[in-house]
C-alpha cells in the first residue's frame, strides 16, 4: 500500500482519540480510470465516551450518499491522489457545522465494512475489485436496499479461553451471521486506550434501518457462552 494512501480502521480496531477528531462516515468508492462512484456509506460504531471503534452500521438509504457537497467533496479529495483503479473509503467528518474531509484509504481484500456494505446493497466490491485488476468495468448495480450491520464483540476483561459458542436458538432477530475469532487456548480481551484488543467474536446484522440493527447487535452477547481456561 502506498504511504499515501494510510491504513485506515485496520482490522483489530482503532480508536479515535477524541469524539469531535471521528469520523461521521466513510464512503465507499470505486475507482476506474480517474471516476470515482460513491457506493455506498457506513457509520463507523464507538462504544460510549472515548471507547474505541468497535464496526460499522451500513443503509443502503443513507442520505449522505446523495448530498451533492459529500459527493463532490470525495470525488475532490481524490483527484491527483491514489491508485487510478481501486476500492477506496474516505472519512468524512463533521466540524464545526461544516463537513469535512480527514483522509483517504485504499481498502484491503476482507475489510470489515466491506462485509457490511455487501450485505446492505448485495454489490460485490470483491468481485468489482476483480474486474478492476484484469482491467475490465466493475459491475456496481445494488441488489439489495436494506441495513447492515458488522460489530467486534470483546469480553469485559481480559480472559484466557478454552472455547466459545454461539447458542443459535438464543440468538436474537435480525442477526445475519456470527464468525467465532478467538480459538481456544487463546486469549480475548477489550481495547485499551489507542492499543486494539483481540475479539471474541464478529457479529453481522441485517435489517429495515440501522436501529434494528443495533438493537440486534446490542442483544447478541447474550447468546455467546465463553468458556475460561481454568488455572
Same mark, same amino acid.
Given at each position: 500500500?502506498?504511504?499515501?494512501?494510510?491504513?485506515?480502521?485496520?482490522?483489530?480496531?482503532?480508536?479515535?482519540?477524541?469524539?469531535?477528531?471521528?469520523?461521521?462516515?466513510?464512503?465507499?468508492?470505486?475507482?476506474?480510470?480517474?471516476?470515482? &462512484? /460513491?457506493?455506498? +456509506?457506513? %457509520?463507523?460504531?464507538? =462504544? !460510549? *465516551?472515548?471507547?474505541?471503534?468497535?464496526?460499522?452500521?451500513?443503509? #443502503?438509504?443513507?442520505?449522505?450518499?446523495?448530498?451533492?457537497?459529500?459527493?463532490?467533496?470525495?470525488?475532490?479529495?481524490?483527484?491527483?491522489?491514489?491508485?487510478?483503479?481501486?476500492?477506496?473509503?474516505?472519512?468524512?467528518?463533521?466540524?464545526?457545522?461544516?463537513?469535512?474531509?480527514?483522509?483517504?484509504?485504499?481498502?484491503?481484500?476482507?475489510?470489515?465494512?466491506?462485509?457490511?456494505?455487501?450485505?446492505?446493497?448485495?454489490?460485490?466490491?470483491?468481485?468489482?475489485?476483480?474486474?478492476?485488476?484484469?482491467?475490465? &468495468? /466493475?459491475?456496481? +448495480?445494488? %441488489?439489495?436496499?436494506? =441495513? !447492515? *450491520?458488522?460489530?467486534?464483540?470483546?469480553?469485559?476483561?481480559?480472559? #484466557?479461553?478454552?472455547?466459545?459458542?454461539?447458542?443459535?436458538?438464543?440468538?436474537?432477530?435480525?442477526?445475519?451471521?456470527?464468525?467465532?475469532?478467538?480459538?481456544?487456548?487463546?486469549?480475548?480481551?477489550?481495547?485499551?486506550?489507542?492499543?486494539?484488543?483481540?475479539?471474541?467474536?464478529?457479529?453481522?446484522?441485517?435489517?429495515?434501518?440501522?436501529?434494528?440493527?443495533?438493537?440486534?447487535?446490542?442483544?447478541?452477547?447474550?447468546?455467546?457462552?465463553?468458556?475460561?481456561?481454568?488455572?
Amino acid at each position: 500500500m502506498s504511504e499515501r494512501w494510510p491504513a485506515l480502521l485496520p482490522a483489530g480496531g482503532e480508536e479515535w482519540p477524541e469524539a469531535d477528531e471521528r469520523p461521521l462516515a466513510l464512503v465507499v468508492s470505486v475507482v476506474c480510470d480517474g471516476q470515482v &462512484d /460513491p457506493v455506498f +456509506v457506513a %457509520r463507523p460504531e464507538h =462504544a !460510549a *465516551g472515548r471507547d474505541p471503534f468497535r464496526g460499522y452500521v451500513v443503509e #443502503a438509504a443513507d442520505p449522505l450518499l446523495h448530498r451533492p457537497d459529500a459527493v463532490g467533496l470525495v470525488r475532490a479529495m481524490h483527484c491527483g491522489t491514489g491508485p487510478g483503479r481501486g476500492v477506496t473509503a474516505t472519512a468524512l467528518r463533521l466540524k464545526d457545522g461544516d463537513l469535512q474531509g480527514v483522509r483517504i484509504a485504499e481498502l484491503r481484500e476482507g475489510a470489515l465494512v466491506l462485509r457490511a456494505g455487501w450485505l446492505a446493497t448485495g454489490t460485490d466490491l470483491v468481485r468489482a475489485r476483480m474486474a478492476l485488476a484484469a482491467g475490465g &468495468d /466493475p459491475d456496481l +448495480v445494488p %441488489r439489495r436496499r436494506c =441495513a !447492515a *450491520g458488522a460489530r467486534l464483540l470483546y469480553p469485559p476483561a481480559a480472559v #484466557a479461553l478454552e472455547g466459545v459458542e454461539v447458542e443459535v436458538a438464543a440468538l436474537p432477530p435480525g442477526i445475519w451471521e456470527t464468525e467465532v475469532l478467538a480459538r481456544p487456548g487463546e486469549s480475548a480481551r477489550p481495547p485499551a486506550g489507542a492499543g486494539a484488543g483481540e475479539p471474541l467474536v464478529l457479529g453481522l446484522a441485517a435489517g429495515e434501518d440501522g436501529a434494528a440493527c443495533r438493537r440486534a447487535l446490542d442483544l447478541l452477547p447474550g447468546a455467546l457462552r465463553v468458556h475460561e481456561l481454568r488455572s
